[in-house]
């Protein structure tokens, strides 16, 4: 299941990349290209293809049914930090995070030292001393770093 999921995933990637980070596709034309359930396509979509990984994903159903995946441009990304915080929460976990901070990287949003440095200040490792709630403090230690990080980048 993990390979067709991974065929899937750089099928789509690929037409991103080609149609300059938006795309609309059939749910049934990609399932019939890899002979698998639409169900699989659900899978990756939701997945792979996530805000905390820098995509926006609007998909209807039914026979004009299709998927519209976009890849979020730096500024995009910018001015949708509030989207981003309220996608935080008021509690995450390390591998959410870990999705957030390698989107922003990978978008030029943050450097690879800041990268390192906030998964080190919200690493598990980090927060071990933390019996109770430490996706709560996990998750304001992230925003607080956001914040600091992408304030002069933002104008």
């Given at each position: 299941?993990?390979?067709?999921?991974?065929?899937?995933?750089?099928?789509?990637?690929?037409?991103l990349e080609?149609?300059?980070?938006?795309?609309?596709?059939?749910?049934?034309?990609i399932?019939?290209?890899?002979d698998?359930?639409?169900?699989q396509?659900?899978?990756?979509?939701?997945?792979?293809?996530?805000p905390?990984?820098?995509?926006?994903v609007?998909?209807?159903r039914?026979g004009?049914?299709?998927?519209?995946?976009?890849k979020l441009t730096?500024?995009?990304?910018?001015?949708?930090?509030?989207?981003?915080?309220?996608?935080?929460?008021?509690s995450?976990?390390?591998?959410k995070?870990?999705?957030?901070?390698?989107?922003?990287?990978e978008?030029?949003?943050?450097?690879?030292?800041?990268k390192?440095?906030?998964?080190?200040?919200?690493?598990?490792r980090?927060?071990?001393?933390?019996?109770?709630?430490r996706n709560?403090?996990r998750?304001?230690?992230l925003?607080?770093?956001?914040?600091?990080?992408l304030g002069?980048k933002?104008?």
């Open positions: 299941m993990a390979k067709i999921s991974n065929n899937i995933e750089e099928f789509l990637l690929q037409l080609e149609e300059e980070g938006s795309l609309e596709i059939q749910r049934s034309i399932a019939k290209k890899f698998c359930a639409p169900s396509i659900n899978y990756v979509l939701t997945t792979r293809f996530t905390y990984k820098g995509f926006y609007e998909s209807r039914g004009g049914g299709f998927i519209r995946i976009t730096i500024t995009e990304y910018g001015r949708k930090r509030e989207n981003l915080f309220n996608e935080i929460g008021d995450i976990t390390f591998e995070s870990q999705d957030i901070v390698e989107a922003l990287y978008m030029g949003k943050i450097d690879e030292n800041e390192n440095l906030i998964m080190a200040a919200i690493s598990n980090s927060l071990c001393k933390i019996r109770e709630d709560e403090v998750a304001d230690i925003k607080n770093m956001i914040v600091y990080v002069g933002e104008k």
